[in-house]
């Protein structure tokens, strides 16, 4: 299983970005699907997650700007970044919770991450 992610990149304060992730290999059925930040100096931190029926749950410095996502049919998370600010700059990672097999227990895949850079 492999977590792709795209969409990073540079953009001026104001500016909007999205961000896609695709879960390819194995899989047999995902439950919950995210997106994480880490930036310079900070700990990985939850942005927004999504689940299969579509409930999803934002950090409150997100809320309002940041819009998740999900299209169960092609296992791929979307992240539309509005209204950015510098302190959005962060390397943003995938997050996938699922099950390669009917029989499999539930596992945590990650995503290399993806730069992005929100220049004043």
């Known amino acids: 299983v492999q977590l792709v992610e795209s969409g990073g990149g540079l953009v001026q304060a104001g500016g909007s970005l999205r961000l896609s992730c695709a879960a390819t290999g194995s899989i047999f059925s995902i439950r919950t699907m995210a997106w994480y930040r880490r930036a310079p100096g900070k700990p990985r931190d939850l942005v927004a997650a999504t689940t299969t029926g579509g409930v999803t749950d934002y950090a409150n410095s997100v809320k309002g700007r940041f819009t998740i996502s999900r299209d169960n049919a092609k296992n791929t998370v979307y992240l539309q970044m509005d209204s950015l600010k510098p302190e959005d700059t962060a390397i943003y990672y995938c997050?996938?919770?699922?099950?390669?097999?009917?029989?499999?227990?539930?596992?945590?895949?990650w995503g290399q991450g993806t730069q992005v850079f929100v220049s004043s």
């Open positions: 997050n996938a919770d699922l099950q390669t097999d009917v029989a499999a227990r539930l596992s945590t895949y």
